[in-house]
């Protein structure tokens, strides 16, 4: 995963608060925050940095307009008890928390972008600081929102509908989805006490981060080699994917037994952190949690589950992948946990992608969507939209930052040069160009695309990029690398996201039913999953329990019900690609009318529009032929090899 878009402004806990639109990027994982220094940043060539003067030309003009909307925000309580008055009244109090809530998310986007810069810099972190508090005074200011729209009533709303248009045109999707929450709002008093609560639940993740970012010793390892590494959040990555397999062993048994020192702790801040959203979905009469969060983008329940069943039906393909991988490194004995990371096709070569090379191939691949695409793509490539090459203290990760809806995307990448730089490159600059459609085609009120469209738009690309560098590798190695990379995707993406998911469900099950989770409950949990999702009962691949304590590792549990998205939008993608490749206009126009329609309506219904039902199997018996078919490319190449 490469990029997790995060509501600068989400519904508060109480999922019905006026959030009427947000769109803000942020890294796929937390990233460290080394103590503060005044050290400014390497120089740098500007080509390669981004410009955000177009943001806010000083950060003197950042504090000048954070004080204007600290002051606006101030007073939109007096719009209390105004709603119901007149269309025109309406109209008004919407219009004033919507301009508030416009330029706090652009503050947000300036202050983000500016502490990423460089993580030492004091002030850039204290100005984030204020950015979120100013969240923390709209929401309070706004608690009363929603009961009060709600006590006004629908028939009154389509009524004043009816009489200003303008109110229809820009808060129409917004005001009918405000009246979905009536069964799932309380009080004002409540809304207010629970808006004022949001730091008090943001807890679990917050003690997570200091713990698994800045707290935890991390243990060295002495390799073959005889170098002694240290394995860190930021090099297990690198060294579990080392080639020699009593190295990688070593790395794993090290990495997480230091994790298992943790368990009984980070056993209590997940369980705390189930146990919220189990309190929050209680407290607000949904029949259980899973139905509380998919409620959020009206997405049916049946979407979630069809998704864990069809994982599971695909296991078979899955379990053929592994064997393949098994047989390709060559390996005699059990297929363990830490054979899963190594590449399987090395080439004599390493690839090198600078970033002119990944802007050229950005637009021969896009090239199928059509000049529209293209053309956008020219605009931020030439207008200094993103900050790309790693330094010394810069934040490491990729994300894209669209929240600013008047104002281009920003893009944070560190581009190292590789292939997997250049699919980061490609997939960031999907969410740029999705951000770019949408911010055109729909009032700001409507720009808040959900995850459930935003990483179909990402991974499209990623498709469409692996099937143009295997049609255009040099040789077939290196054809057999890009499709063991198509595989890896499908793995990490869909079957890894999918586990996590059924992980997710479990222990929520498990607290709605008033069974008691811990550390070590939870360890078993995961293992069975492990254990189900790799085969083992089958013989394909030994888990080793000492490995089982992986999910202290995730942030992403602390983030709700969050991770299945990317699943679903891997089976969606695989489908787009496929008819944006062999399905000329028609194809092109479906895929480019889902990004321009941004949030003016549910996900599962975009996508029902371009042509997906996401609650059958259809989406997803794709996906799996897909990587069958992957394979069965792997084998005739490996077959005129002689192997």
């Given amino acids: 995963m490469k990029s997790l878009r995060l509501a600068a402004l989400a519904l508060t806990l109480s999922g019905s608060v006026a959030a009427l639109a947000f769109a803000a990027g942020k890294p796929s994982k937390p990233h460290p925050m080394p103590a503060p220094a005044a050290t400014a940043p390497a120089p740098v060539d500007p080509a390669y940095m981004w410009d955000l003067s177009d943001l806010y030309p000083s950060a003197e003009a950042w504090t000048a307009e954070r004080d204007r909307t600290k002051a606006l925000a101030e007073k939109l309580d007096s719009y209390k008890g105004t709603l119901g008055k ?68 629908a028939d009154k709303i389509k009524k004043f509908e009816t009489q200003e248009p303008e109110l229809a045109r820009r808060f129409g999707f917004q005001l009918d989805n405000q009246l979905r929450f009536a069964p799932h709002t309380l009080s004002p008093e409540t809304e207010a006490t629970l808006a004022s609560a949001g730091d008090v639940f943001s807890q679990p993740n917050a003690i997570y981060s200091v713990l698994a970012n800045g707290e935890v010793p991390f243990p060295t390892v002495k390799l ?97 992948y592994l064997k393949l991988r098994k047989k390709l490194l060559g390996i005699t004995d059990n297929l363990a946990y830490y054979d899963i990371y190594p590449t399987m096709f090395k080439l004599e070569k390493p690839l090198h992608f600078s970033v002119a090379d990944s802007e050229r191939i950005g637009l021969d691949v896009t090239a199928a969507y059509g000049p529209e695409y293209v053309d956008r793509l020219k605009k931020g490539f030439a207008g200094r939209w993103m900050d790309v090459l790693p330094r010394e203290g810069k934040a490491g990760g990729a994300y894209m930052q669209g929240s600013a809806y008047d104002v281009h995307p920003y893009l944070h990448l560190n581009h190292n040069d590789d292939y997997n730089a250049l699919s980061t490159f490609v997939h ?42 295997v049609a255009h590798a040099q040789t077939d190695q290196e054809k057999l690398y890009y499709l063991g990379e198509l595989l890896e995707l499908l793995r990490a993406t869909f079957f890894r996201q999918t586990m996590f998911a059924e992980f997710q469900l479990a222990l929520h099950e498990e607290v709605e039913a008033g069974h008691a989770l811990s550390g070590k409950h939870i360890s078993e949990i995961y293992c069975g999953l492990l254990k189900k999702y790799h085969g083992e009962a089958s013989g394909v691949m030994t888990i080793d329990p000492a490995y089982c304590t992986e999910w202290e590792f995730i942030p992403h549990f602390y983030y709700g019900f969050y991770v299945w998205q990317y699943a679903t939008s891997m089976a969606g993608a695989a489908i787009f690609a496929e008819d944006i490749e062999h399905g000329g206009k028609a194809g092109q126009d479906r895929f480019i009318s889902l ?39 792997i084998d005739a190449l490996e077959a005129k090899r002689g192997k």
């Fill in 224 to 320: 073959s080699t005889g170098e002694t590494v240290t394995i860190g959040q930021g090099t297990y990555a690198k060294y579990r994917q080392l080639p020699n397999r009593a190295d990688r062993k070593a790395v794993f048994d090290t990495f997480w037994g230091m994790w298992k020192k943790y368990e009984g702790t980070l056993g209590a801040t997940l369980t705390t952190q189930v146990m919220q959203e189990v309190f929050n979905a209680k407290v607000r009469h949904y029949p259980n949690s899973l139905a509380a969060a998919t409620f959020a983008d009206n997405m049916p329940e049946a979407v979630y589950r069809q998704l864990v069943a069809q994982a599971n039906a695909g296991l078979p393909t899955f379990h053929r």
């Fill in 86 to 153: 007149s269309a025109k009244d309406l109209l008004a109090a919407m219009s004033a928390i919507s301009d508030v809530q416009r330029s706090a998310v652009r503050l947000s986007a300036y202050a983000g972008l500016k502490a990423d810069e460089d993580v030492r810099i004091a002030q850039n972190q204290e100005r984030q600081q204020l950015a979120s508090a100013l969240f923390t005074l709209f929401n309070e200011k706004t608690a009363w929102f929603t009961p009060e729209l709600l006590a006004v009533g």
């Fill in 428 to 469: 960031e600059w999907g969410h740029a160009v999705h951000t770019l459609l949408t911010h055109e085609s729909q009032p700001y009120e409507n720009s808040n695309y959900s995850t459930f469209t935003a990483e179909t738009a990402s991974i499209t690309n990623e498709m469409l990029l692996n099937d143009y560098m």
């Fill in 595 to 633: 990004l321009k329609a941004g949030g003016s309506d549910y996900p599962y219904n975009l996508y029902k529009k371009a042509g997906l039902d996401m609650a059958t199997p259809a989406p997803y018996e794709a996906l799996i032929a897909r990587m069958n078919r992957t394979m069965d490319q």
